[in-house]
């Protein structure tokens, strides 16, 4: 039998092997008390990736070679193979502080809760950025705080085994918004806990990131239609849910006009009668405190 171990680290990574020493020890540090695997999941990279996770010699470590299939389908493998009660994310660029995971477990217990997140340092082309107000973590019930954008970094995340085997993993058919799908879909039913500290370094700025090259509303929509279907928001979540969706259909709407791509723009007009249509015969507008006025 397998033996069971606390925690899962799964590392999707492709064409990274520049980034993952310092990755991989920075999972070493944060874990010194910890009993806990790593699984790096290769989605089919070209790069020495596999020469070098075998170089790194250790017992904590299983590689996982896949033809390249995106970073949910990599991340939904590392679920499969995982050992742990509780699943981390870290994306191959991103580093943790020491003692990240061990406070995470501890800021759990203390709430009760079966998933949680951390802080942040958000570094660009090498240059620390300031995060905007509308990225401020929050504890507890987020799924409103969730509707405009993603707020939970996977590299911050740690998340009970549960969770998975109730909702489901991450949706392969997302090029993009992956992740926002996937919080969407807990916070509506799970509260979050949240360790304010900045325990995760994200490195962004790569010329091959894929929130560069397509376009993220596309795939949020998507999620949102999905979120319509929830037995578990309440009726205030599901107003504000069909007004981002209405939102965001608007902005793909004028966005393709304003490219010229006048076939697509059309496409999302006739979602979006369609998406009056099924959810209601009146357009009343929405606030955020008052609800429908």
């Given at each position: 039998?397998?033996?069971?171990?606390?925690?899962?680290?799964?590392?999707?990574?492709?064409?990274?092997?520049?980034?993952?020493?310092?990755?991989?020890?920075?999972?070493f540090l944060s874990l010194t008390s910890i009993d806990f695997e790593i699984i790096v999941v290769d989605d089919g990279s070209l790069d020495n990736t596999r020469d070098f996770v075998d170089s790194f010699n250790s017992s904590k470590?299983?590689?996982?070679?896949?033809?390249?299939?995106?970073?949910?389908?990599?991340?939904?493998?590392?679920?499969?193979?995982?050992?742990?009660?509780?699943?981390?994310?870290?994306?191959?660029?991103?580093?943790?502080?020491?003692?990240k995971i061990g406070k995470q477990i501890e800021r759990i217990e203390k709430t009760k809760t079966l998933w949680g997140h951390t802080?942040?340092?958000?570094?660009?082309?090498?240059?620390?950025?300031?995060?905007?107000?509308?990225?401020?973590?929050?504890?507890?019930?987020?799924?409103?705080?969730?509707?405009?954008?993603?707020?939970?970094?996977?590299?911050?995340?740690?998340?009970?085994?549960?969770?998975?085997?109730?909702?489901?993993?991450?949706?392969?058919?997302?090029?993009?918004?992956?992740?926002?799908?996937?919080?969407?879909?807990?916070?509506?039913?799970?509260?979050?806990?949240?360790?304010?500290?900045?325990?995760?370094?994200?490195?962004?700025?790569?010329?091959?990131?894929?929130?560069?090259?397509?376009?993220?509303?596309?795939?949020?929509?998507?999620?949102?239609?999905?979120?319509?279907?929830?037995?578990?928001?309440?009726?205030?979540?599901?107003?504000?849910?069909?007004?981002?969706?209405?939102?965001?259909?608007?902005?793909?709407?004028?966005?393709?006009?304003?490219?010229?791509?006048?076939?697509?723009?059309?496409?999302?007009?006739?979602?979006?009668?369609?998406?009056?249509?099924?959810?209601?015969?009146?357009?009343?507008?929405?606030?955020?405190?008052?609800?429908?006025?």
């Amino acid at each position: 039998m397998d033996k069971r171990v606390l925690v899962s680290v799964i590392i999707p990574t492709y064409n990274r092997a520049g980034f993952l020493r310092e990755c991989l020890q920075s999972v070493f540090l944060s874990l010194t008390s910890i009993d806990f695997e790593i699984i790096v999941v290769d989605d089919g990279s070209l790069d020495n990736t596999r020469d070098f996770v075998d170089s790194f010699n250790s017992s904590k470590i299983k590689y996982i070679y896949q033809c390249n299939r995106g970073v949910s389908a990599a991340r939904n493998r590392g679920i499969t193979e995982s050992k742990g009660e509780w699943i981390c994310f870290l994306d191959s660029d991103d580093l943790w502080s020491k003692g990240k995971i061990g406070k995470q477990i501890e800021r759990i217990e203390k709430t009760k809760t079966l998933w949680g997140h951390t802080g942040e340092i958000w570094i660009r082309n090498g240059i620390r950025i300031n995060q905007q107000k509308k990225h401020q973590k929050k504890e507890g019930r987020i799924y409103i705080d969730s509707l405009p954008l993603c707020v939970v970094s996977p590299s911050s995340v740690i998340i009970h085994k549960s969770i998975f085997k109730n909702l489901g993993v991450f949706d392969e058919s997302f090029m993009v918004a992956e992740d926002y799908d996937m919080w969407l879909r807990i916070s509506s039913i799970y509260d979050i806990s949240l360790v304010p500290e900045e325990l995760v370094i994200k490195r962004g700025g790569h010329n091959d990131q894929l929130s560069k090259l397509l376009a993220i509303d596309m795939y949020r929509v998507r999620a949102l239609r999905k979120c319509m279907e929830f037995i578990s928001i309440s009726s205030y979540e599901r107003d504000l849910t069909l007004y981002y969706l209405f939102h965001k259909i608007n902005i793909l709407i004028n966005g393709f006009n304003k490219h010229k791509k006048y076939q697509v723009a059309s496409y999302y007009k006739e979602l979006l009668e369609h998406v009056k249509d099924k959810y209601f015969k009146k357009i009343f507008p929405i606030t955020k405190n008052r609800g429908r006025v």
